[in-house]
């Protein structure tokens, strides 16, 4: 126990000080009307107590009541301006503690999923991955949600080999913490959290997990979603997802070099306040998706394969990461892929429970198809990805030496 500790301890310093090098020499420094951008100016204003606001209009810029990203990572970001921690090197080195964090939650997933062997190999396999180190160098909310991701899929495995009620409501405060980081995570309540709290003993106690789970999770959203109600007058989550309909239905988007991806200018001009404006762009991306339903399969096969980097994958680099990191990482990626098939094979020879595991991979599917092509949206996959690629290696270990793989897992 004390030498998993130890090990993994300094696997999480390692892994924090590559992403502070990574940070100061290699990633680019924020620029541009991103989201990266849209995460500064809530965070200063937070600060100053003028709440979530965003920046609009040209030239003259003016400060809008906002909903257009979930508020974890800007109040994340307005906390550390409090303590002094201001500026973009400032805020994107605050994502090497985070990676830190994600690199600890994906070494205790892994060692309850197969062991303290299995445990230090993907934390080890965490701490390396270009893919991984890109994302905390850039200030972009993915780097808050590795953790939270990490830790609420620990509590989702315990919760599934030792049901109780109070493990239900921690996998929905995990969901909810995780969905007010990026809004697509609240999928994981219906493909994760319920499916769970279902499981183990029936009766009365199966309705209180489940009613735990939700509960939980409908308390800690409540007050965002409160929020937007009164401000929008309509209860809602983040008012992009309009935009985002609208930019990824259209002639460049369904055709050409785009296909899959998104196009900013596709979306016409509309009126009204942020979520006016969403329901307005909305409607017009859905409008187009059924009159071009007949390419709909194209779109989508073309949306899923460039996610997981299977169809042009070097077509757009992500926003705020090194282009020369991205490569390098989807090459690694490519060696984990055959790993991670290897490892779900032993795994289920094993008899090990793997959903946990798999519903944030079909999430991310899910929500590429219904989207666009993005590394971003992979993130959520990402951290179940690495522990089945370390299982794939810790077989690969046992077989090579003749030594059976089907050890329990320590605890």
Sequence with gaps: MRSFRVRLGLIVVGAVALRVLHTLFVAPETGGLSDSFWYAVA????????????AVGAPEIHLVTSAQHPPAYPIVLAGAIKLGIDGDTGWRLLGALFGGLTVLGVGLLGRRVGGAALGLVAAAI?????????????????TLYGPIVAFTLVVAWDLGERPAVWRAALVGVGIALATLTRSEALLL??????????RGAGGRVRWLRLGAVVAACAVVLAPWVIRNWSVFDRPLLSTNDGALLAWTNCDQTYHGRYLGYLVPECAPVVTGDEAEQASKLSD???????????RLPVVMGARLLGTWSFYDPF??????????VLRIGIFFYYALVPLAVIGVVALRRRGRPLWVLL?????????????YTSLRLRYLAEIPFVVLAAAG????SSFVRGRSSGVEPQR
Excluded: K
């Design 43 to 54: 965070a200063q204003n937070i600060s100053l107590g003028n709440g979530i606001v965003a």
């Design 126 to 142: 965490a701490a390396i991955y270009p893919l991984m180190i890109a994302v905390d160098g850039a200030l972009l909310a993915e």
């Design 189 to 198: 309540l219906p493909l994760l959290g319920l499916p769970l709290a279902w």
């Design 284 to 294: 017009h991306g859905l409008d187009y998706a059924r009159d071009h339903a007949g």
């Design 315 to 324: 077509r757009f680099p992500d926003p705020g990461r090194s282009e020369t």
């Design 359 to 371: 519903a944030p991979i079909l999430v991310v599917c899910l929500v590429a198809v219904g989207t």
């Design 393 to 396: 290696v810790v077989a690969l």
